[in-house]
């Protein structure tokens, strides 16, 4: 039997089909949901605050520069702030140790945007949730991180299930910009106010960024 291509798996019918088997008792599960940024945590508090008893987990150590860093995370403590939600969020910041990531990143520094240092970027703070996730209890974790057009959601969940299995809890399977995510992720953040980067995060990003806006005021001149 053939087996059904990674890229074909609908894996937010997965995350939806998932959260009403644990749910069904009633009981409302806790859920550590690492966040990359606040834009692209907002629909999905907005969505698993309904279900789930959320923390939201901040691990970016791939920020660049560190002023971007702390305004990033400020935003994404005064989103959870402001935002209503049915069910509690609580916030959890973890180490910013920009070592962590250049040495995840070492030899990969000449890599295209969305290639292999992106995919042990991933790897790094999808592993990091999933310990945390695993010390402190919580009964599954996820990211925000398919909410994200530019990302691969079938890689990012064999990344998170991997890390789940590696340390012995749950992944939530996800592609939050299904079913209008996305849509509503800019909605919120434009009514809320949110700052919203017009780059990934990391040195690379943000150098491949400035060369984009370079080029465009040269044709533009």
């Known amino acids: 039997m053939v087996m059904e291509s990674q890229n074909k798996i609908n894996y937010q019918r997965l995350c ?3 959260i009403a088997q644990v749910t069904a008792d009633g009981r409302v599960p ?14 999905c508090i907005e969505y698993l ?13 791939n920020i660049y520069p560190d002023s971007e860093y702390y305004h990033r ?3 994404q403590q005064e989103f959870i702030r402001r935002f209503p939600t049915k069910n509690p969020v609580g916030f959890i910041e973890g180490d910013f140790d920009t070592k962590e990531f250049y040495n ?3 030899g990969l520094e000449n ?6 240092r992106c995919t042990e970027c991933f790897k790094l703070r999808l592993g990091r949730t999933a310990e945390v996730a695993e010390e402190k209890g919580f009964d599954l974790f996820t990211s ?4 994200s057009p530019m990302k691969d959601a079938a890689l990012l969940n064999r990344i998170g299930q991997a890390m789940g299995e590696k340390c012995g809890v749950e992944w939530l399977p996800s592609d939050f910009k299904k079913k ?4 509503r992720s800019c909605q919120i953040s434009h009514e809320y106010g949110i700052y919203r980067q017009d780059y990934c995060g990391c040195v690379f990003s943000y150098k491949e960024r400035q060369k984009e806006k370079e080029e465009r005021t040269l044709k533009e001149a």
């Open 104 to 106: 995840a990143a070492k």
């Open 111 to 116: 890599e295209p945007e969305r290639g292999m």
């Open 144 to 147: 925000t991180l398919t909410i």
């Open 16 to 18: 939806e089909e998932r």
């Open 180 to 183: 209008n995510g996305y849509l």
């Open 30 to 43: 806790e859920l550590l949901l690492h966040s990359c940024c606040a834009p692209c945590s907002s629909y």
């Open 49 to 61: 605050s309904q279900y789930f008893n959320v923390t939201v987990f901040y691990y970016n150590p």
């Open 73 to 75: 995370v400020k935003e």
